[in-house]
């Protein structure tokens, strides 16, 4: 990698020039209100302007600071233009400026961990646009805060930011935003839109994650944040080694299809994806993770983990920096100025989006465009079908052999790991078995129609096994009545059109995420005969699902395993083959999920954990002693040792460490944060399976069938060779949850598609 910088004299000649330029300006910025910041820090919590501070300098050296004594007086339209004009040139030459060093080499190597951690290293022009328009509004906030901020601290001055109402108006994604729905259509949209009548862009993919607390960036609009004391927060890799350390203990009663549940649902909820350049990853380390890459090389959306030297695993290995890059961020949905809000590039409906894509052109991709199915391919001495393939194999795959299976699926992660796959494997094949009786059934149906049916059948499955069972199981059953998550036993009719259903921040950056605690240091075959069970460790399978498919029983075999198999413990102890082997590929080294989920909260911007504690309805914390309610004494003097002060603890890290709520796999604050999403996900979704009374509803009758599915149903439909299975799948086989023949209709009730018979084509 130093070869690199040899090579590259001419980044190098910018990068000084850069240096000079960003002298220079730092004089100027005597003429305005920057006491929030130090210049030390100036790069640190202003990524906005680290490296372009010189297109600022004419409006440094001309302007003064505005001073506006009354929240209702206007902040002069001159200055918010000029503002918005310069935030945009910022914006731009810090793209450009991403670009250059991409293209002078400082990018990163395919099927390393970091790359594959991108899962695609372009993103969709929408979303560039998005991307690219946020940054001129976060570019012009930073502009307007440093001109305007006098006795303002950041969070004061956002507040009355939003008070003034000032919006970004001529950007073409800004006038883009609002959508037309045609009246009550009988199905969802592919992207979401239009679920709500009155707010048809809530929930849609490409929405911003919604907040139930203030963010806490450094400058209040998108700087990593510090702590209380202005000094750093503590390093998320020495967090992740010392609070999460591996220890092999697992659950009693959960299976491992409870975690890949956990995750599948996950993705169908949410998926926050990294900033890349218009020419791929962004690199922020030195090659091999031997060092942070030094600032003039750095991509201004670079927040990488550094390694401490005495590091238990990664010393052996050199590595002294994970990368990590920041989220894309959007608009809000007015196109005001203010804070970052990070991108939910997937609708936020459970609405089996992994399966049928959040975006038409990927959706029409998947589809056979023959009898309602979903696109399949078949393999020699395997009755069902498999994933279809995706082109580009190796760019996304990381195969041994060209014959190696790569997915293509309604999202990226599907080949992150081949229990994934598994369980997306499981869902495709059901559509298609749900097609085929519906056509059947109903000769004269088109495929238009036999595919939509079909979907509304399986998302109504998903949301049921999530809600009926997965729910119940990992978080109590009284405490989902508490927060009136459970769907009645009939129709529900409490959908709410003022609901947001868009994914709390918190929840997908932090209080979901502990569930990276239930994955297993291995994935477990079983053969039919069940004389024998195999392991086969995670990491060597990331983005590699060839084990699906090694042998034509391959793929039963691991439905067998995961359904034998118990998951992690929910406790903060990690398997290594996440906290330092994750994405390994062929290297030694991986990165660590863990840290990265510490470092993603700070990106969010997510409030601290006692910030939470209050909003979940526990008390405020003054002092670390304060936590003993919740979190065990040997806890707290480990986060004692690690944090300055009780106020500086990560959402993620405080939540982990608490005790379960009774029933539950979560402690109170996560518990709560995870109960709020999951109201929101039911209430606020027009299309929930069970709404009565709505022009799209099920009819009793075909409620009653949809009601009976069930994980143990799903697995018995749509496997070869899988004959038994425990009627509560997401739990292993005990003496009172006992294995049943797939054919005992009475153990496992089957969902009966006659109600779906029409009598005329006209209905
Ligand atoms: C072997 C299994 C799993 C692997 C390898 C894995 C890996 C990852 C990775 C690489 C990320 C992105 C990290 C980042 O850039 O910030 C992520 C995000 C996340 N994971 Fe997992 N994960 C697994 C299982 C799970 C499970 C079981 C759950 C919950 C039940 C879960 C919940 C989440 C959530 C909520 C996010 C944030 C998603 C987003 O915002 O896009 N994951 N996971």
């Not at 919006?167 to 992207?191: F, G, H, M, W």
């Not at 954990?609 to 003054?622: D, F, K, S, T, V």
């Amino acid at each position: 990698m130093i070869t690199v910088f040899t090579e590259r004299k001419s980044v190098l000649r910018v990068s000084v020039l850069l240096c000079v330029l960003l002298n220079v300006s730092g004089c100027c910025f005597s003429d305005w209100d920057l006491d929030f910041l130090t210049d030390d820090l100036f790069s640190d919590v202003s990524p906005i302007l680290a490296n372009t501070k010189f297109l600022l300098d004419d409006l440094f050296k001309t302007s003064n600071k505005y001073c506006i004594d009354h929240e209702e007086d206007p902040i002069p339209s001159d200055v918010v233009a000029d503002c918005i004009r310069r935030g945009r040139e910022l914006a731009r030459a810090a793209a450009r400026r991403g670009n250059e060093l991409v293209g002078n080499g400082i990018s990163l190597e395919d099927a390393s961990p970091a790359m594959l951690h991108f899962f695609s290293a372009s993103l969709p022009s929408e979303v560039r646009k998005a991307s690219d328009t946020s940054h001129e509004i976060l570019s012009a906030t930073k502009l307007l805060q440093m001109k305007m901020s006098t006795g303002r601290t950041p969070n004061t001055f956002i507040s009355f930011l939003k008070h003034q109402g000032v919006r970004l108006k001529d950007a073409a994604y800004c006038q883009s935003v609002k959508v037309c729905c045609s009246s009550s259509n009988k199905y969802r949209t592919i992207d979401g839109t239009c679920n709500n009548e009155e707010h048809p862009e809530w929930g849609r993919r490409g929405a911003p994650f919604t907040r139930i607390a203030t963010p806490r960036y450094a400058d209040g609009i998108y700087a990593m944040p510090v702590a209380t004391s202005g000094r750093q927060l503590p390093n998320p890799r020495v967090l992740s080694t010392r609070l999460f350390s591996d220890q092999p203990i697992g659950s009693r009663v959960l299976s491992n299809m409870n975690m890949q549940w956990g995750q599948f649902i996950t993705h169908d909820l949410v998926f926050q994806v990294m900033e890349v350049t218009d020419k791929g990853g962004i690199q922020c380390c030195l090659g091999e993770g031997a060092d942070v890459l030094p600032s003039e090389w750095l991509n201004d959306k670079c927040i990488p983990i550094s390694v401490p030297e005495d590091d238990q695993f990664y010393r052996y290995h050199g590595v002294k920096c994970l990368n990590f890059v920041r989220s894309v961020t959007t608009p809000r949905d007015d196109c005001s100025l203010g804070h970052a809000e990070q991108m939910n590039t997937v609708t936020s409906y459970l609405d089996g989006s992994p399966i049928y894509g959040s975006d038409k052109k990927l959706a029409s991709k998947l589809r056979s465009r023959s009898g309602g199915r979903l696109r399949q391919e078949t393999r020699k001495d395997c009755l069902r079908g498999f994933l279809p393939s995706v082109s580009d194999k190796f760019a996304v795959c990381d195969l041994r052999n060209s014959s190696d299976p790569c997915y293509l699926a309604g999202d990226t992660r599907i080949n992150q790991t081949p229990t994934l796959a598994m369980l997306h494997t499981l869902l495709l094949r059901e559509h298609n078995r749900v097609a085929d009786v519906l056509s059947e059934l109903n000769p004269l149906w088109s495929d238009e129609r036999l595919y939509q049916e079909a979907r509304r059948i399986v998302i109504a499955e998903i949301q049921h096994i999530t809600y009926q069972e997965w729910l119940p199981v990992n978080f109590g059953e009284y405490y989902l009545r508490y927060y009136r998550i459970s769907p009645s036993s009939l129709y529900t009719r409490d959908y709410s059109a003022d609901v947001n259903p868009g994914v709390i921040n918190s929840f997908g950056a932090a209080a979901f995420r502990f569930l990276h605690t239930l994955i297993s240091d291995n994935i477990m075959t079983c053969p039919s005969s069940y004389n024998a069970a195999y392991l086969h460790r995670l990491s060597d399978h990331y983005f590699n699902p060839s084990l699906l498919e090694s042998t034509p029983d391959s793929f039963d075999d691991i439905v067998r395993g995961i359904i034998a198999q118990n998951e992690g413990e929910s406790d903060p102890y990690c398997s290594g083959e996440i906290t330092n082997l994750l994405f390994k590929s062929r290297n030694r080294w991986g990165m660590d999920l863990i840290a990265m989920d510490i470092q993603r909260g700070r990106d969010h911007g997510i409030a601290s954990y006692n910030e939470y504690r209050e909003i979940c309805g526990l008390q405020r914390a003054r002092c670390f002693q304060d936590l003993a309610n919740e979190i065990p004494q040997d806890r707290i003097n480990a986060l004692q040792y690690l944090y300055e002060c009780v106020d500086d603890i990560d959402l993620f890290v405080g939540g982990a460490l608490e005790r379960d709520v009774q029933g539950s796999i979560l402690g109170h604050t996560f518990q709560c944060i995870v109960a709020e999403q999951f109201y929101r996900t039911r209430i606020g979704d027009r299309y929930f399976y069970d709404n009565g009374e709505m022009p799209h509803s099920f009819t009793n009758d075909q409620l009653k069938e949809i009601k009976k599915a069930s994980m143990a149903r799903l697995i018995c439909d749509n496997t070869d060779g899988v004959h038994f299975v425990q009627r509560k799948a997401f739990e292993v086989e005990s003496a009172y949850n006992p294995k049943y023949r797939c054919d005992d209709y009475n153990a496992i009730p089957y969902v009966d598609l006659t109600a779906w018979k029409k009598p005329t084509i006209f209905d």
